[in-house]
Structures are given as structure tokens and as C-alpha cells.
């Protein structure tokens, strides 16, 4: 099994550009998690899918943010304009979303560091 | 709500040491209790899992025991090893929903001196 992917690992940019992350998640997986993590505020879920549908994007900490799932393998989190304080590592997790089996799987993550 | 507590660190240790990150939790129902573990630089990994009241979970030499009548899931090992450093976090799910998703605690960091 592949695992989740996500690109690009590392992605540096300059304040008021737009970023665009990328995950693919485990195949069969019906749920999609976005996470950041800072040392200041840990880890913190931003949205999360559920059959490409978002549930809860109540995470999600401005109009800046937004994220996508058009179809079953593949979502996109976007930052437009990107600001410093954006700068964190962004994970991406899936899980199959059944009784019993809810446990999630994690990317290796995406580094942001906006200047 | 749901929520998770767990021991705040870091949590400094000497190599073969017993280990123990207490994890209390607050939920409606019967929820799934799990341990990730997250080494530097990489993702979060699950350690261990429990569904139901009394299971054990466990792998590579931890364990948890889901104490219902306590509301805890404490993380023990018997003999700790440098590799074991990392960040270890409890969490739950509350399994009501094909769309459940997983509290996370804050996060408890662990480093082992040889």
C-alpha cells in the first residue's frame, strides 16, 4: 500500500501568493482530513470529507483557506494570499470511516514556510 | 463535548526505564480510543487501538487499557529505548457516523537518554 501522499514536501513562498497542497489519499478510503500543526497551537484539524463531501470546515481559520475533493483520490487545500503567520506543517490524513475502523492514516505532511 | 487530557511534557527518561503518559477522556457513549505516535520530522503513525471497554492494544512493546470506569487510556511501556523518543498522543473517536472524526490530545513529547 502506498500510503497517503502528499506535494510537494517542502514549498516556500513569499507573503501574498497563492499555495496550493496536495494529497492523494489511501484507495478505498472514504475520509479525508486536512491538519496543521505549530509549535504555538499543536495540532489543529481544518476540514475534514467524507464521501468528497466536506463535513466540517468549522477548522478552517479564514476566507484564505479553502479546500476541495473532486473526486475520490485526490483533494487540494489552497491559501490565497499566503500570510507568515500561515507557515506550519500541513497534514493530510484518510481512513476507511467504518464502525470499527476509524482510525486515520497520515501523510508525511507539507512544510510551509511563507517569508 | 468530546475532548482528551493527557499528561503535559516533556517527559525525560533514561534508557530501560517503565513508562507511563496518563490520558483521560471525556465522551458520550462508547468511544475508540487510540495512541499515534509522531517521530521528528515525520507524520503521525497509530500505535495502538482499542474499541471497547477493557481491550488491550498494543505493539511494539506498549500497551493501553480501555478503562471505562475511570475514563482512561494510560500508555505504559516496561522498557524504554532511544528510538521511543517522539511525540505521543492520545485521541478518540466517537464511531457514531461513517464520518467520525478523531479528537487528538496536545501531545506528550518523550525523550530517552542512553
Known amino acids: 500500500d502506498a500510503g497517503v501522499i502528499q506535494s510537494p514536501r517542502h514549498e516556500v513562498t513569499e507573503m501574498g501568493q497563492e499555495v496550493t497542497l496536495r494529497c492523494k489519499p489511501i484507495?478505498?478510503?472514504?475520509?479525508l482530513f486536512w491538519y496543521r500543526q505549530t509549535m504555538m497551537r499543536g495540532l489543529e484539524l481544518l476540514i475534514y470529507f467524507n464521501n468528497n463531501v466536506p463535513i466540517d470546515d468549522s477548522g478552517m481559520p479564514e476566507d484564505r483557506f479553502s479546500a476541495k475533493m473532486p473526486n475520490a483520490s485526490f483533494s487540494t487545500l489552497k491559501i490565497q494570499p499566503s500570510e507568515p503567520r500561515d507557515s506550519a506543517v500541513y497534514f493530510c490524513?484518510?481512513?476507511?470511516?467504518?464502525?470499527?475502523?476509524?482510525?486515520?492514516?497520515f501523510g508525511p505532511g507539507t512544510r510551509l514556510t511563507v517569508t | 463535548g468530546n475532548s482528551v487530557t493527557q499528561m503535559e511534557g516533556p517527559v525525560t527518561l533514561s534508557e530501560e526505564a517503565f513508562l507511563t503518559i496518563n490520558c483521560t477522556y471525556t465522551a458520550t457513549g462508547y468511544p475508540s480510543l487510540f495512541w499515534y505516535v509522531q517521530y521528528p520530522g515525520e507524520g503521525l503513525q497509530l500505535l495502538l487501538k482499542?474499541?471497547?471497554?477493557?481491550d488491550k492494544g498494543s505493539n511494539k512493546g506498549f500497551e493501553a487499557t480501555y478503562r471505562k470506569e475511570t475514563t482512561s487510556f494510560h500508555l505504559e511501556k516496561g522498557s524504554v529505548q532511544v528510538s521511543d523518543s517522539a511525540v505521543y498522543f492520545c485521541?478518540?473517536?466517537?464511531?457514531?457516523?461513517?464520518?467520525?472524526?478523531?479528537?487528538f490530545g496536545s501531545g506528550t513529547r518523550l525523550s530517552i537518554r542512553p
Open positions: 482499542a474499541t471497547k471497554a477493557d
Open positions: 484507495s478505498g478510503h472514504n475520509s
Open positions: 490524513a484518510s481512513s476507511r470511516g467504518k464502525v470499527g475502523s476509524y482510525e486515520q492514516y
Open positions: 485521541a478518540l473517536s466517537d464511531g457514531r457516523s461513517s464520518a467520525s472524526k478523531i479528537i
